[in-house]
């Protein structure tokens, strides 16, 4: 979903002069299977979905990226250790290349994450 021509007009309750227009991107390729309480990171032209858990509350550890260019999905793999996978983190992008993701939780692993 794609909001256009979001202000900081809208914060001030101006949007019945500007109205957000909604509409829905078709994407293609390897798509991120359905989740909730994931992050959506922007990193350069393509946003990063990490975390989150399914309907089933099974905590998802991939990584994907919606190239905006393109509107195309693929998986990205890892390198080193991952993070615990988890749900109701924050993420930030750092630099040209990397994310900060911080907090959330599992409650298969019963805890709140602080790392």
């Known amino acids: 979903v794609f909001i256009e021509d979001v202000t900081d007009e809208l914060g001030a309750g101006a949007t019945e002069s500007k109205p957000v227009s909604w509409s829905t991107i078709k994407t293609e390729g390897n798509l991120p299977p359905a989740r909730g309480g994931h992050s959506a990171t ?3 032209n393509r946003i990063i979905i990490w975390g989150g858990a399914d309907r089933e509350q099974q905590y ?3 990584v994907f990226a919606l190239d905006l260019s393109t509107s195309r ?3 990205l793999e890892g390198k ?3 993070p615990d996978p988890r749900s109701g983190h924050s993420a ?3 630099g ?8 959330g939780m599992s409650t298969v692993l019963e ?3 602080g790392d």
């Open 60 to 62: 998802q550890p991939d």
């Open 80 to 82: 080193g250790k991952p």
């Open 42 to 44: 922007l990193l350069g």
């Open 92 to 94: 930030v992008a750092w």
């Open 73 to 75: 999905w693929e998986k």
């Open 111 to 113: 805890r709140f994450f």
């Open 96 to 103: 040209e290349d990397s994310i900060v993701i911080y907090g």
